[in-house]
C-alpha cells in the first residue's frame, strides 16, 4: 500500500483476529485485509492451516491454495487450549475489533471462545461466525464442505441436465458455498463495524453457507412458486415436451429469465472444447429481427414457429441449430465482436488459459501477481472483486507458518526469554517456512 492510498484505506486501524481455515472463513478475512485491516491468522502449532500442504505443485512452497487466500496477513501459532495459549488469545481479542471464526460448529464455545465469553472480554468486540447451517437447524452440528452447502443450498438440483447418464444433482465449479460464503460474512461485518460507530458496541453476526447458496439462487424459489401456480416454465430448457414433477428442473444452459440464452459453437469446436459462444436472444421482436439480419437470414423473422418470445420458446429446439449455422464460421472473438457491435448480448466461452493470459484482466487489477519469493516466486490470483476511485490495495505475500510469533507476542509484552519459553512449552511454534519434496503426480495411462 502507498503512502498516497493508505491514508484512504477503509479498514485501516482495525485489528482482525482470523480463526479459521481452508476457504470460506480466509476468503472473508483476505478481503479485510485486502482493504486495510491488520489480520492476525491463528493457526495450529506446527501444521498451521491444512491448505498450507494441500494441492502441492512445487518443491519447499506453500500451496497456491493457502497463497491465494491468506495473503497480506500475519501468522501466529497458538495452542488455544493451554492456559498460556488462552491468556494470549484473550489479550488479543482484547484489543480486537473483529474476531472471525468458521471451525467445526459448538467448538469455540467448548474451546472457551464463544460469544458470551468474548463480549465479556470486550464488548466493543464484533465476533463473526460461518458455518454450514443456521443456529438451531436440524443440521446445525453437521460439518459442511462446498458441495455440502452447493447440494443443501438448492443450487446442485437446478444444475447440470435432464437426461442422459449425467442427468444427476451438480455442483457449480464457483465457489458457492464456500467463497461466497466468505464475501456474504464480509457484507455482514462491515455492517457490524457500520453499526458499532452508532451504539458503541459489538455485535455477533452469524453466516450458514446455506443461506449464501440459498441468496444466490433466490430466482430458482421464484421459478419454485411459478411452478406451483402454472404447472410448467416456458423459459426453462426443457420445455415444452417435458414431464413437469413436484419441483423444478435442472437449468441445463438457459439464462434463468424469460428471454432465451444458449451456447453455441463456435468456428474450432472440433478440436477445442470451449469454442463456444454464449447469446442471449431478448423478448422483442426487433431484438429479433436484428439478430436475422445480422446473421443474413431476414426470413427468420416472418417465420411463424419465431413471430414473438412466446412461439419462440415452444419452438427453442428448432432455433438453437439455425443460429448454430452461423456462428460456426466464426471464432468466438470474432462473434463476440460482429454480435456484440449490433447490440446483441453475447459473450466469448473463456477457458481458465485464456483468462489467466487475458490481457484486460491482468491489466485491470482483477488477476493480480504477488511476489512470495523463496521457490514459488510470483503467483498469480483475483484480487479485490470491486474499485475504489480513492484505494487500490498493494499485494503482498503469505506469511510462513508461525512467521510473526515475535512480533505479535512482543507487541502483547512478552520478552525474549518468555517467547523462547513458550516455544519449549508447545504453546507456538518455531517459525517453518515450507519443506515439502518435489512433486511427482501420476497421470494414468497416456
Request: with cysteine.
Amino acid at each position: 500500500m502507498t503512502e498516497e492510498t493508505s491514508s484512504f484505506a477503509p479498514l485501516k486501524g482495525i485489528k482482525v483476529i482470523d480463526w479459521t481455515q481452508v476457504q470460506s472463513g480466509p476468503s472473508c478475512t483476505q478481503i479485510l485485509a485486502w482493504l486495510g485491516a491488520d489480520v492476525i491468522k491463528i493457526e495450529r502449532t506446527n501444521t498451521g492451516d491444512p491448505t498450507r500442504n494441500e494441492l502441492l505443485d512445487i518443491k519447499d512452497s506453500w500451496s497456491l491454495y493457502y497463497l491465494q487466500l491468506n495473503a497480506n496477513k500475519k501468522s501466529l501459532t497458538l495452542d488455544i487450549k493451554a492456559p498460556e495459549g488462552k491468556k494470549i488469545m484473550y489479550d488479543l481479542l482484547k484489543k480486537a475489533d473483529v474476531f472471525v471464526e468458521n471451525i467445526k460448529p459448538g467448538a469455540a464455545t467448548k474451546a472457551g471462545y464463544g460469544w458470551d465469553k468474548v463480549h465479556e472480554l470486550n464488548p466493543r468486540l464484533i465476533m463473526a461466525s460461518l458455518k454450514g447451517f443456521n443456529q438451531g437447524s436440524r443440521f446445525a452440528n453437521v460439518k459442511a464442505f462446498e458441495p455440502v452447502a452447493q447440494s443443501a443450498g438448492g443450487a446442485a438440483t437446478a444444475t447440470g441436465w435432464n437426461e442422459g447418464k449425467f442427468n444427476v444433482p451438480t455442483q457449480s465449479a464457483a465457489a458457492l458455498g464456500d467463497s461466497n460464503s466468505g464475501m456474504h460474512l464480509t457484507i455482514a461485518i462491515l455492517a457490524a463495524l457500520m453499526q458499532r460507530e452508532r451504539t458503541g458496541e459489538g455485535t455477533y453476526v452469524y453466516q450458514s453457507m446455506q443461506d449464501a447458496v440459498l441468496n444466490l439462487c433466490r430466482i430458482k424459489l421464484r421459478d419454485q412458486i411459478m411452478l406451483d401456480n402454472l404447472g410448467a416454465l416456458p423459459h426453462y430448457a426443457v420445455y415444452p415436451n417435458f414431464k413437469w414433477g413436484k419441483a423444478i428442473p435442472r437449468s441445463e444452459n438457459t439464462e434463468g429469465g424469460q428471454v432465451i440464452g444458449w451456447t453455441y459453437k463456435a468456428k474450432g469446436w472440433e478440436t477445442d472444447p470451449n469454442a463456444y459462444v454464449y447469446i442471449v436472444i431478448q423478448n422483442s421482436n426487433k431484438s429479433w429481427e436484428t439478430i436475422a439480419n445480422t446473421m443474413g437470414h431476414p426470413e427468420w423473422a416472418t417465420d411463424p414457429r419465431f413471430s414473438d418470445w412466446q412461439h419462440r420458446q415452444l419452438h427453442k429446439q428448432e432455433l438453437y441449430p439455425l443460429i448454430e449455422s452461423y456462428t460456426k464460421n466464426y471464432d468466438k472473438f470474432e462473434l463476440t465482436k460482429k454480435l456484440g457491435e449490433e447490440g446483441i448480448p453475447v459473450g466469448p466461452v473463456l477457458d481458465w488459459k485464456e483468462l489467466e493470459d487475458d490481457p484486460d484482466l491482468n491489466s485491470d487489477g482483477t488477476i493480480v501477481t504477488i511476489d512470495q519469493g523463496g521457490n514459488r516466486g510470483k503467483f498469480k490470483t483475483i484480487g479485490l472483486p470491486f474499485t475504489m476511485a480513492n484505494y487500490k490495495p498493494t499485494y503482498k505475500r503469505a506469511p510462513d507458518l508461525g512467521e510473526n510469533n515475535k512480533e505479535i507476542l512482543t507487541s502483547l509484552g512478552y520478552d525474549a526469554d518468555q517467547i523462547e519459553d513458550l516455544v519449549k512449552k508447545g504453546v507456538i511454534s518455531k517459525v517453518e517456512k515450507p519443506h515439502n519434496p518435489a512433486v511427482h503426480v501420476i497421470k494414468g495411462e497416456e
